[in-house]
């Protein structure tokens, strides 16, 4: 096995494996792995904070546009909990 523990394994024979992209993610685990999970949707997408740098999960952060006023599509950027004063989820 490598040493990041993400040796691709077959996952009809190895219930330890991520059952869609074979990595090695342990018995005690969901039947995806994170990024696995998160492209399906079964996770919420993560996003960086735009203050501290820190990835939560979407769902926890205060959205923030930061575009100009007369910008037709806006940019969003993202706060996390802390950097927000809001609470943690």
């Not at 992209?21 to 997408?45: M, Q, T, W």
């Not at 952060?61 to 809001?86: Q, T």
């Amino acid at each position: 096995m490598s040493e990041d523990d993400t040796e691709r394994r077959d996952p009809s024979e190895d219930p330890a494996a991520c059952s869609r992209c074979g990595v090695h993610i342990g018995l005690a685990s969901d039947d995806y792995c994170a990024p696995c999970a998160r492209e399906i949707g079964a996770k919420p997408p993560m996003q960086r904070c735009m203050g501290c740098g820190k990835s939560y999960p979407q769902e926890w952060m205060d959205s923030v546009d930061v575009s100009p006023e007369d910008e037709y599509y806006p940019e969003i950027r993202h706060l996390c909990p802390d950097c927000s004063g809001g609470d943690s989820a």
